[in-house]
């Protein structure tokens, strides 16, 4: 009788075993890492979207890695530690270094949704590297308040650089600038690109290239239509449009939100105004690449599809912070629903003229050493 129990209880122990393996084994999650800048603000609609991701694929779980600063010296190091994440946020002015280095996983798209700029801006020798989620361009936000107390219409769908830097004489008093200045070559990029120049080496000998920056450091030298250094008072040129003081104020999408909460005057924007080659302004795109040492690329292309669906980019939409990237929630309700910009249908427009920043494996090189000649010509 005391072996036929001991035999039982063998038995027993060994079906109980079995089930408790094949429930831990069930019950295991494959672990995805998944590194992103981004505000509070934007952290605060990624979360939410993270933990949907999870509910719906109960079999993974998503560890988020927020780098709110130096961003791209920290994925550096993980790349070359070999530590990278599975699923990285990344724009096009980055991707081409990490690209070139063979660590970023090419991506099929299978979905022919998104605009084609911001598809050309995140790839890299004819191959996608990354899946967009927004795209950002620039365009003239004005001080409507301004224009109306100085009898000065607003800016035309076809106004000319003429036209332009006589809107801004117009505008600027003793205690009001008439356009925004900043030696950033993002913001005056524009106006080499829009007369047939541009930033790179051989573009910047050009002709084309020469005059447009002597135009644009004449804002300021010649005109006085835009702030020296010492008249900004240390204030941004956000904060000096906010603050009244300028008319005119040439920036990006990711100024809305904060523009919506503070100014204190009716606003709008504006295209950039046309040059000989017409109105042009440069194609930034951020979205989501995958590492190439990733362990788990099919449930980290899972998350990314799920990130870059019509309903998680209408969530990124809904706060005015981006551009989206798929062309179904640009023209949607959420992107045009009333709330200001008016116009702001020409982020929108604007994309078929804009070209992608011409982007090389060496271009953090080439602004390093562009700061360092633009600034006796600006200052």
Known sequence: MNKKICVRFIAVLF???????????KNQKTLIEFASWGSKSEVDILIPLLKGFEKENPDIKVEFMHIPQNYFQKIHLLFASNTSPDVIFINNLYLPVYANAGVLEPINLTENVFYP????????????YAIPRDLSNLVIFYNKDIFDKKHVAYPSEN??????????????DKNTFGISFEEDPLFYLPYLMSNGGGILPDELKKEESQKSLDFYADLRKKYHVAPER???ASATMAQMFL?????????GRWMVPKIREEAQFDWDIAKFPKGTK?????????????????KHKKEALKLIEYLSSKQSIEAFTKSGLIVPARKDAANSEIFLNGQKPEN???????????????VTVDYRE???NLKTQMEPRFN
Request: with cysteine.
């Open 278 to 294: 017409g109105s042009i302004v440069q194609l930034d795109a951020s979205g989501w690449a995958i590492s190439k040492s990733s």
């Open 117 to 128: 700029q911001a598809l050309e801006a995140l790839s890299f020798k004819g191959e996608l």
């Open 344 to 358: 702001a249908k020409i982020f929108l427009d604007i994309i078929s003229t804009s070209k992608p920043t011409p």
């Open 366 to 368: 080439i602004l390093d």
């Open 230 to 232: 010492s008249e900004n």
């Open 243 to 251: 603050q009244g003081r300028m008319a005119m104020y040439l920036s």
């Open 159 to 172: 106004w000319t650089f003429k036209d332009f830097l006589n809107t801004a004489q117009k505008l600027t």
């Open 15 to 25: 079906i109980s075993l079995v089930f408790l393996c094949g429930c831990s084994q």
